[in-house]
């Protein structure tokens, strides 16, 4: 079955607390509509381009939430994006000048690609900034502006049409929202932002059993990326690669030793964002390393 959740139903903080707008069965087909990261706030036509007016609190709204029927704590929601449609104009600033009201640039979408500064020809890759579930209770509400092992705005490109995003379950129904969509985004996401537009995405749910890990893991055609979130970019690379670590090491039944010189061999270790309240790092392991896993 398939189920249309409009961007009227969106929420700033990811929450165990928040109301489902809908529930859907596993392996039903969501299509979430989604506004830009700042909330419809900032016109795509006036010239030259302001974000000074806006309600910060407001920040990458996740459209949703969506329940998940059966979806309980120690499982795993697995979320397999299907397509990503985007509006034909964005807006990129840069965000590093420390200004309320930072230059930036209007990006008009043509077809395939994303013109810069109407000289650059970029190759459009639509990428979902913000995506998780409730966090656990006692953890209160998480804004979607933050990233952590509920998901949130984790900012990773290979979050894009064609993979999988494995969530914990903290709650019951799992709460899924989806939001803060980006047509083209580096490692890093060094400006602040990406090319941030409105969209629609396209999903599958579905359930595991067993816990894949303590945080998000994406399945790319080619890799297996853990994820993990914190304070500095060294907290986040020691937690990512220990996750890494310890889910090579229980899928192959090998020691956490070999596990960590498998992983220095083959894996890569990769920054995904360096602009969010938590610094967000993955770890991307060949898929040929992890046969079965998922």
Request: aromatic fraction near 4%; include cysteine.
């Amino acid at each position: 079955m398939e189920h249309y959740v409009g961007s009227e139903h969106r929420v700033y903080a990811m929450s165990a607390a928040n109301p489902a707008v809908v529930t859907v069965q596993p392996r039903d087909r969501v299509v979430f509509q989604t506004l830009d990261c700042f909330d419809g706030q900032v016109s795509y036509d006036a010239q030259p381009l302001s974000c000074a007016v806006r309600d910060r609190f407001r920040a990458n709204p996740a459209t949703g939430p969506v329940a998940i029927a059966g979806a309980r704590p120690g499982m795993t929601l697995k979320v397999h994006i299907e397509k990503i449609t985007v509006a034909p104009r964005g807006v990129v600033f840069d965000c590093t000048v420390g200004s309320n009201d930072p230059p930036g640039r209007l990006v008009p979408i043509l077809d395939d690609s994303a013109l810069f500064a109407d000289r650059f020809t970029l190759p459009l890759q639509p990428v979902i900034g913000t995506i998780g579930v409730a966090p656990a209770p006692e953890q209160g509400a998480i804004p979607d502006t933050t990233p952590g092992d509920h998901g949130g705005n984790l900012d990773t490109k290979d979050i894009t049409v064609g993979a999988a995003v494995y969530l914990p379950v903290f709650v019951e129904g799992a709460l899924l929202g989806v939001g803060d969509l980006h047509g083209v985004q580096g490692d890093g996401e060094m400006c602040g932002q990406g090319i941030e537009l409105p969209g629609e995405v396209t999903v599958t749910v579905d359930l595991l059993e067993e816990t894949l890990a303590p945080g998000p893991v994406v399945e790319t055609p080619r890799t297996i990326c853990v994820i993990a979130s914190a304070r500095t970019l060294d907290e986040a690379a020691k937690l990512a690669v220990e996750r890494a670590r310890d889910l090579l090491a229980r899928h192959l039944q090998i020691s956490t030793h070999d596990a960590m010189m498998l992983l220095s061999l083959q894996a890569d270790l990769r920054i995904s964002q360096v602009v969010n309240p938590l610094r967000t790092v993955r770890v991307s392991i060949p898929k040929t390393l992890l046969p079965g896993l998922v």
